[in-house]
């Protein structure tokens, strides 16, 4: 079964451009050969290591990304590690992740942005009503205040004075 993985190396940096190269294409040609593919290769440059590596300070970054059965990057692995140039490598299996990010954004796209919503219009005081409308108003009211301090005190009619 293929599976997606990175695999990055350290060259070191006394290597000619050229002799990096064919290094890459000698590590491509192996992968293809034994049934894997090369989705890209990335020549990352010169870069200062983080702590000295068999008395090298820097070295040459390279990043491939294959797409391989798993047998056939243990046999990759094997020629980075008696590869005399190569002084640092990692390999990394990124399926899994991929599959990991696919549903972190899935879930992220199923819930409703904020942002996107539509601004809820404001909440204004109480506006005072008119002699007239207040015996609609009283008959519209909600039967939630029954229980509260205006169901204690009786309703007084209002006079419409015109």
Do not use: C
Not at 20 to 42: M, P, Q, R, T, Y
Not at 44 to 53: C, K, P
Not at 77 to 88: A, F, G, N, T
Not at 132 to 139: D, F, H, I, M, S
């Amino acid at each position: 079964m293929n599976r997606t993985y990175e695999v990055m190396f350290i060259v070191r940096p006394d290597v000619e451009e050229a002799d990096l190269d064919k290094l890459i294409e000698g590590f491509s040609a192996n992968i293809v050969s034994g049934g894997g593919e090369v989705k890209s290769v990335e020549k990352m440059g010169r870069r200062r290591l983080a702590y000295t590596v068999r008395t090298f300070n820097d070295g040459f970054y390279v990043l491939l990304a294959v797409v391989a059965p798993g047998s056939l990057i243990g046999e990759i692995e094997r020629r980075l590690r008696v590869s005399e140039p190569v002084i640092k490598f990692i390999t990394v299996r990124m399926d899994e992740e991929e599959k990991r990010l696919a549903k972190v954004k899935a879930l992220r796209d199923s819930k409703v942005k904020r942002s996107a919503q539509p601004i809820a219009p404001q909440q204004h005081a109480p506006v005072a009503i008119s002699a007239a409308e207040a015996p609609a108003a009283e008959a519209e009211a909600p039967a939630a205040a029954e229980g509260g301090p205006e169901a204690l005190a009786p309703a007084e009619p209002v006079a419409a004075t015109l």
